[in-house]
T-cell receptor, first 110, second 116 residues
Framework: SQKIEQNSEALNIQEGKTATLTCNYT??????LQWYRQDPGRGPVFLLL?????KEKRKERLKVTFDTTLKQSLFHITASQPADSATYLC?????????FGTGTRLTIIP | SAVISQKPSRDICQRGTSLTIQCQVD?????MFWYRQQPGQSLTLIAT?????????ESGFVIDKFPISRPNLTFSTLTVSNMSPEDSSIYLC?????????????FGSGTRLTVV
């Protein structure tokens, strides 16, 4: 069956360091992969999209990689700040719908 | 990207009753999506609502339990019928958007439902 897993439920990172979140999937051939941020009591907010033929994408302090051979995406936040604390969700688009991963709750410690 | 107004933001309901959740979008969109997010869980797609046609439901979700209306290109409702405590979740609507070389989904702020 299709499955999307994110490396850990919770991740604590010291302020200023790089936070790296992992998204692994099985039994998918996604056209693209997206990352979202979700704050408590709010809906997810789109951050980045990476297509199946792209290896890496950057946006300000964010970087996403996509390895369709490993079936894995890595999401990096460089120079992390306490304001980056949130739950981060990866989502795969395939079969005309978006399916979300389990999410990683990231806490940046001052 | 579109802006979505979702109501109510939260509600506490008695078991056996129904609740209708509304989503109003500030622009016309063909497809709208309804998700459920159970406590501590990720988002699960309930159904896709296209204007002018019946909603398409995902496995495990049925129209009798989650009827959806889509009367025009800016509005949709999801009803949670004959509620039980297991229906306590956050319900979210979503619409797709496309920019220059980019695609994403905009979400409403969610409806936090508690069934007692």
């Amino acid at each position: 069956s299709q499955k999307i897993e994110q490396n850990s439920e919770a991740l604590n990172i010291q302020e200023g360091k790089t936070a790296t979140l992992t998204c692994n999937y099985t039994n998918y051939s996604p056209a693209y992969l997206q990352w979202y941020r979700q704050d408590p009591g709010r809906g997810p907010v789109f951050l980045l999209l990476i297509r199946e033929n792209e290896k890496e994408k950057r946006k300000e302090r964010l970087k996403v990689t996509f390895d369709t051979t490993l079936k894995q995406s890595l999401f990096h936040i460089t120079a992390s700040q306490p304001a980056d604390s949130a739950t981060y969700l990866c989502a795969l688009f395939g079969n005309e719908k978006l399916t979300f991963g389990t999410g990683t709750r990231l806490t940046i410690i001052p | 990207s579109a802006v979505i107004s979702q109501k109510p933001s939260r509600d506490i309901c008695q078991r056996g009753t129904s609740l209708t959740i509304q989503c109003q979008v500030d622009s016309q969109v063909t497809m709208m999506f309804w998700y459920r997010q159970q406590p501590g869980q990720s988002l699960t797609l309930i159904a896709t609502a296209n204007q002018g046609s019946e909603a398409t439901y995902e496995s495990g979700f049925v129209i009798d339990k989650f009827p959806i209306s889509r009367p025009n290109l800016t509005f949709s409702t999801l009803t949670v019928s004959n509620m039980s405590p297991e229906d306590s979740s956050i319900y979210l609507c979503s619409v797709p958007w496309a920019g220059v070389g980019d695609y994403g989904y905009t979400f409403g702020s969610g409806t936090r439902l508690t069934v007692v």
